[in-house]
């Protein structure tokens, strides 16, 4: 009996252990509940670093935007202003240049400001932007720029005159008994009109003012119509710059700066007058014909010129 109690104690240690030892499927099954558990744990850490990263991109991508939304207002503030003084460098230069085209060698000199330039709420001796653009019922006349009847007059030598390289149109407008406060006021109505004409485009406007000097700038930017039908039509942006400037008794209008730009079927051409419309550019060398394509611009140009200073001198009556 003792030594049966004995071999039993002994077989204790023996049977806990049997219980405690895995048989392989057990194990087996053990580290397929570790492995789906591992890869729910990792399923989750990517969500988890998903949503973070989410969160961070959000809060970063805002804080980009409400940084560029300040520079871009910087920008603008910026563009405007450098305009505004590219504007009034621009108005000085055309001023004089249109005085050059006026007296020939004799370079006139900027009057003193003493008169008060009130544009807005705003008072100066200079020039400045104006605020507020007055409307005027005064249109240009449209111009047939295929008439057959005139086509000598666009072979004519020096149609396109020069100024020290520049393509620049100048005619002073006599009115007699009429002030430079009155003629300013209509000049500045005819531009404005202009600005506002149907084949207008965006940027087309008055650009600068100065009351005191009687001088007003406008920069246009228009459809310049070739042919027009129901199923086509042919046009180029023209874009140049009108200076009206004011006397007792005198208006002088001046055109210059004329460009183009060119679209035909998405391949775009970026021209000038002085390369395009002149007489080496836009006429045969035997000068009895206009070059087809730059020719139809001279053309254009020359009725659209003529069409905008005629409407000028009735807009001073």
Excluded at 239 to 261: F, I, K, P, S, W
Excluded at 295 to 311: C, E, L, P, S, Y
């Amino acid at each position: 009996m003792k030594r049966t109690l004995i071999f039993l104690f002994l077989c204790i240690p023996l049977m806990a252990l049997a219980q405690t030892t895995l048989t392989p499927e057990q194990k087996l099954e053990q580290a397929q509940r570790q492995l789906e558990e591992a890869k729910a744990a990792l399923e989750q850490a990517k969500a988890d670093a998903a949503k973070a990263k989410a969160e961070a991109e959000a809060k970063a991508k805002k804080e980009a935007e409400d940084k560029a939304k300040a520079s871009e207002v910087e920008k603008k503030i910026a563009e405007m202003n450098a305009e505004a003084e590219r504007l009034s460098r621009e108005a000085a230069a055309l001023r004089e240049a249109a005085n050059k085209a006026q007296t020939g060698t004799k370079t006139t000199t900027p009057k003193a400001n003493t008169a008060t330039n009130t544009v807005g709420n705003t008072t100066s001796d200079a020039w400045v932007v104006p605020t507020t653009a007055a409307t005027a019922a005064v249109r240009t006349k449209n111009v047939d720029t295929d008439s057959k009847a005139n086509k000598d007059i666009y072979l004519q030598k020096g149609l396109i005159p020069e100024v020290n390289g520049q393509v620049m149109w100048t005619e002073t407008i006599s009115v007699p008994g009429a002030t430079a406060d009155e003629l300013y006021d209509k000049a500045f109505a005819y531009l404005t009109a202009l600005t506002q004409d149907k084949n207008q485009l965006e940027g087309s406007k008055v650009a600068l003012v100065n009351k005191g000097e009687h001088s007003i700038v406008a920069t246009i930017r228009e459809k310049l119509i070739f042919s027009s039908s129901f199923l086509s039509l042919d046009f180029t942006q023209f874009n140049y710059v009108l200076q009206a400037t004011c006397h007792d008794g005198e208006a002088t209008l001046t055109m210059n700066r004329l460009t183009y730009r060119y679209d035909v079927q998405g391949n775009v051409s970026d021209l000038s007058a002085e390369q395009w419309i002149t007489d080496k550019y836009a006429v045969n060398k035997k000068h009895t014909r206009l070059l087809p394509v730059s020719g139809k611009f001279r053309r254009a140009t020359v009725d659209r010129k003529n069409a905008i200073f005629d409407g000028f001198a009735q807009a001073l009556k």
